[in-house]
């Protein structure tokens, strides 16, 4: 239920805040106050489409806020859970429309997209009006219905889990099919992928490993030279570094003999040259080592070029390649139980194929009947909205499958999906001799509201959403008919929360609460309010909407009986 409505720099709304009620709420006034405004808002606040248009001239972005009050365990409380909220605490959603075109939908305080709000918002409310069908005038939606009215959506459910269990199946085994269809060209081709990666015997940081052998390989010259030359400075050539330090530490030897404290450091000096000593022989080691060797410079590089061409192959890493490896024989392994996983698929997919057939056509029979039942009682209410002579029927065929469909996919011919197999369409004539149309091509504006308040409420309390709103559902009509609407909606209203827009008193007269939304200039700037109504100012506006402007005593006395006489 619609318990808060915030709007701000929206169109002619400077700021707007309506609480709502349950029961029926009645919003009335002068055409072109802004009533519609207030339509596209909690239209956008459900998941329109946004556009920087709508933004009040002089502001930056406009905010739109609406709390919906959550019945526990509902479809919209599931689905708000599924999503990480908790529906104990109400739904806030909160729209910024910026000229930007950077739009935000924040639903309780997190930042979120418009296909979640379409999913939580989509059981939740619905706005009805002479040219709005949304939902119940929508052919794919006719189907939908009757199960409602007929309580069949636990079939209808246990139909589209049996779909969507075999779906994904029957793509596997497509697949596998196609594997096995090329199995020994697929078996030849994966081999020989294997066996090239195994007799690579690649290891792992091997190409580093080898990119430093190579570039060692191709600079021996140079390293000869410099480790040669630092040899002879470090020990060989006279006046080397090595024949240095036994100078000087001989001489530091001497000089301890008149001063003890200089014994470590002729010590130290024979250590460095002992060091040096080590360093050199090292070196002549290493110069043992870099002899020009091409052959192994060659090895070296015909290995670089083979693990390259793998990595080109496999992923562009010896890490891939040997992933790659796991892959193939993974794969091998698979082909070779193909033919055993395919028995296993075919054999489960028979089974569920069964199972659809039977809910498919249980749901189907049944949906006949309860659509014989749903056109009786839509002319019944019909009637009572003075639309006796009205011939309604819903339209049911199945869908023949297509010539290339899943055999698993079939059930006697016709197509099954996640709703079974069947299409429903609502068809109607609203005058004697008229032949029966689509509900959809229906002109009549009144006509139109009147089917859309049958439907509405034959479909309360079945699960149906919680908060309807009647756009000016009151067009074309007027007199009788508009007292016979006032009071479905009254009644209505004892299963939802009903909010009308509305023009006639006839039907403004059975609200439980009366708002006025009217204009107003200040500053310069025009803008919309909107306030709740007082008895006695609730008894002006009905005189208002019958009188006009000029409102006069017989006026006031008449919407004073009117008020008094629901």
């Given at each position: 239920m619609l318990r808060e409505l915030?709007?701000?720099?929206?169109?002619?709304?400077?700021?707007?805040?309506?609480?709502?009620?349950?029961?029926?709420?009645?919003?009335s006034g002068e055409t072109g106050a802004g009533k519609s405004i207030i339509i596209n808002a909690v239209n956008l606040l459900l998941g329109s489409r946004a556009t920087a248009t709508l933004i009040r001239t002089g502001a930056e972005a406009a905010e739109l806020e609406a709390l919906f009050e959550i019945t526990p365990k509902s479809r919209v409380s599931v689905l708000m859970?599924?999503?990480?909220?908790?529906?104990?605490?109400?739904?806030?959603?909160?729209?910024?429309?910026?000229?930007?075109?950077?739009?935000?939908?924040?639903i309780n305080g997190k930042l979120s997209t418009i296909q979640i709000l379409e999913s939580v918002t989509e059981n939740l409310a619905s706005i009805s009006g002479q040219h709005v069908h949304q939902g119940l005038l929508r052919d794919d939606q006719h189907l939908f219905i009757l199960d409602q009215f007929?309580?069949?959506?636990?079939?209808?459910?246990?139909?589209?889990?049996?779909?969507?269990?075999?779906?994904?199946?029957?793509?596997?085994?497509?697949?596998?099919?196609?594997?096995?269809?090329?199995?020994?060209?697929?078996?030849?081709?994966?081999?020989?992928?294997k066996k090239e990666i195994t007799e690579a015997s690649v290891r792992p940081g091997e190409d580093v490993e080898l990119e430093s052998l190579r570039t060692r390989l191709k600079n021996t010259e140079s390293l000869y030279e410099a480790v040669g030359s630092s040899i002879e400075e470090l020990y060989g050539a006279q006046g080397?570094?090595?024949?240095?330090?036994?100078?000087?530490?001989?001489?530091?030897?001497?000089?301890?003999?008149?001063?003890?404290?200089?014994?470590?450091?002729?010590?130290?000096?024979?250590?460095?040259?002992?060091?040096?000593?080590?360093?050199?022989?090292?070196?002549?080691?290493?110069?043992?080592?870099?002899?020009?060797?091409?052959?192994?410079?060659?090895?070296?590089?015909?290995?670089?070029?083979?693990?390259?061409?793998?990595?080109?192959?496999?992923?562009?890493?010896?890490e891939a390649i040997l992933k790659k490896l796991e892959s193939i024989e993974k794969e091998l392994s698979g082909i070779e139980n193909i033919s055993e996983i395919i028995a296993e698929i075919q054999k489960k997919l028979g089974s569920l194929h069964k199972k659809l057939a039977s809910v498919a056509?249980?749901?189907?029979?049944?949906?006949?009947?309860?659509?014989?039942?749903?056109?009786?009682?839509?002319?019944?209410?019909?009637?009572?909205?003075?639309?006796?002579?009205?011939?309604?029927?819903?339209?049911?065929?199945?869908?023949?499958?297509?010539?290339?469909?899943?055999?698993?996919?079939?059930?006697?011919?016709?197509?099954?999906?996640?709703t079974g197999i069947d299409r429903a369409e609502f068809i109607i004539a609203p005058n004697i001799g008229e032949a029966l149309k689509p509900l959809s091509a229906i002109a009549s504006g009144g006509e139109l509201s009147r089917i859309v308040l049958s439907l509405k409420a034959l479909l309360a309390g079945s699960g149906s959403v919680e908060t309807i709103v009647f756009d000016e559902v009151d067009a074309g009509i007027g007199g009788g008919v508009?007292?016979?609407?006032?009071?479905?909606?009254?009644?209505?209203?004892?299963?939802?929360?009903?909010?009308?827009?509305?023009?006639?008193?006839?039907?403004?007269?059975?609200?439980?609460h009366h708002f006025r939304i009217s204009k107003q200039v200040s500053g310069g700037r025009t803008k919309t309010i909107i306030a709740p109504l007082a008895e006695n100012e609730r008894i002006e506006e009905i005189a208002r909407m019958l009188g006009g402007e000029e409102i006069t005593r017989a006026t006031i006395a008449h919407a004073r009986e009117m008020l008094d006489s629901r």
């Amino acid at each position: 239920m619609l318990r808060e409505l915030s709007i701000k720099n929206f169109a002619i709304i400077d700021d707007l805040h309506i609480c709502f009620s349950a029961g029926l709420t009645v919003l009335s006034g002068e055409t072109g106050a802004g009533k519609s405004i207030i339509i596209n808002a909690v239209n956008l606040l459900l998941g329109s489409r946004a556009t920087a248009t709508l933004i009040r001239t002089g502001a930056e972005a406009a905010e739109l806020e609406a709390l919906f009050e959550i019945t526990p365990k509902s479809r919209v409380s599931v689905l708000m859970e599924e999503y990480g909220y908790d529906p104990s605490e109400g739904l806030i959603i909160r729209r910024i429309i910026s000229r930007s075109d950077r739009h935000r939908i924040y639903i309780n305080g997190k930042l979120s997209t418009i296909q979640i709000l379409e999913s939580v918002t989509e059981n939740l409310a619905s706005i009805s009006g002479q040219h709005v069908h949304q939902g119940l005038l929508r052919d794919d939606q006719h189907l939908f219905i009757l199960d409602q009215f007929g309580g069949l959506m636990p079939l209808r459910n246990e139909a589209g889990k049996l779909f969507n269990e075999i779906v994904p199946l029957v793509k596997r085994l497509k697949e596998l099919n196609s594997i096995k269809d090329r199995q020994a060209e697929q078996i030849d081709f994966l081999s020989y992928q294997k066996k090239e990666i195994t007799e690579a015997s690649v290891r792992p940081g091997e190409d580093v490993e080898l990119e430093s052998l190579r570039t060692r390989l191709k600079n021996t010259e140079s390293l000869y030279e410099a480790v040669g030359s630092s040899i002879e400075e470090l020990y060989g050539a006279q006046g080397s570094i090595i024949e240095k330090l036994g100078f000087v530490r001989k001489t530091l030897e001497k000089a301890s003999q008149i001063d003890s404290e200089l014994s470590s450091k002729a010590e130290a000096v024979s250590g460095t040259a002992y060091d040096i000593e080590e360093i050199s022989n090292e070196l002549r080691t290493y110069l043992l080592k870099i002899q020009t060797d091409e052959k192994e410079l060659e090895a070296v590089e015909a290995r670089l070029d083979l693990l390259n061409k793998l990595k080109r192959k496999h992923g562009g890493s010896l890490e891939a390649i040997l992933k790659k490896l796991e892959s193939i024989e993974k794969e091998l392994s698979g082909i070779e139980n193909i033919s055993e996983i395919i028995a296993e698929i075919q054999k489960k997919l028979g089974s569920l194929h069964k199972k659809l057939a039977s809910v498919a056509k249980e749901l189907s029979s049944k949906r006949k009947e309860c659509a014989k039942q749903l056109a009786l009682k839509v002319e019944e209410e019909l009637a009572t909205l003075k639309m006796s002579r009205t011939k309604f029927e819903v339209s049911m065929q199945a869908v023949p499958a297509a010539g290339n469909a899943d055999p698993f996919l079939v059930v006697d011919g016709n197509a099954a999906g996640e709703t079974g197999i069947d299409r429903a369409e609502f068809i109607i004539a609203p005058n004697i001799g008229e032949a029966l149309k689509p509900l959809s091509a229906i002109a009549s504006g009144g006509e139109l509201s009147r089917i859309v308040l049958s439907l509405k409420a034959l479909l309360a309390g079945s699960g149906s959403v919680e908060t309807i709103v009647f756009d000016e559902v009151d067009a074309g009509i007027g007199g009788g008919v508009a007292e016979v609407v006032g009071r479905k909606m009254a009644s209505l209203s004892r299963h939802h929360q009903i909010i009308c827009i509305t023009h006639l008193p006839q039907i403004a007269r059975f609200g439980d609460h009366h708002f006025r939304i009217s204009k107003q200039v200040s500053g310069g700037r025009t803008k919309t309010i909107i306030a709740p109504l007082a008895e006695n100012e609730r008894i002006e506006e009905i005189a208002r909407m019958l009188g006009g402007e000029e409102i006069t005593r017989a006026t006031i006395a008449h919407a004073r009986e009117m008020l008094d006489s629901r």
